[in-house]
């Protein structure tokens, strides 16, 4: 069974992100939402309200591509998550040139403590390349028009945070 595991923190999670997910999805029979539990960038939504977003949108994803795909929360370093998932693979999405030296960093790191886990980097669509968490937090919280960037369900959850 090929396994791979897409991690972040999602918070929320874009239409960028469900891009990667569904072109993933059809590379492996079972793809984990890795959802970063990480304290130091002070999320904007709670794990489980994250987790319940990607659950919701990754639901419709699985019946389209007959793909196994669950989340999975985790606090530990990303190679003993992938290790505790059983992933052989690791998905990372790519929007641009400054994206890719981060991940360059990562996969070095990742290699050095276990190169048996391989890294596949997936571009993202050019319709989505702009999105990022942080700048929809901060267009929703400045009152702007998110709809372009992410689902409707979670539009409606930016709004209802910053009521």
Do not use: W
Request: charged letters at 25%.
């Amino acid at each position: 069974m090929r396994i791979a595991l897409y991690p972040g923190t999602f918070d929320p999670i874009t239409l960028g992100h469900t891009d990667i997910i569904r072109r993933a999805s059809v590379l492996v029979d079972r793809l984990v939402i890795g959802v970063a539990i990480n304290r130091d960038k002070g999320p904007l939504f709670s794990l489980e309200e994250r987790v319940a977003m990607i659950e919701s949108e990754c639901a419709k994803l699985s019946e389209q591509t007959g793909t196994e795909i669950v989340v999975h929360p985790f606090e530990n370093l990303l190679i003993d998550c992938a290790h505790d998932v059983g992933a052989q693979l690791i998905v990372r999405g790519l929007r641009a040139v400054a994206d890719f030296e981060y991940e360059f960093q990562m996969v070095g790191m990742n290699r050095a403590l276990d190169n048996s886990v391989e890294t596949v980097f997936l571009m993202a669509d050019a319709g989505h390349q702009a999105i990022a968490s942080k700048l929809v937090k901060e267009i929703a919280r400045l009152g702007g028009d998110v709809s372009k960037f992410v689902t409707p369900a979670v539009h409606d959850a930016l709004r209802r945070r910053y009521a």
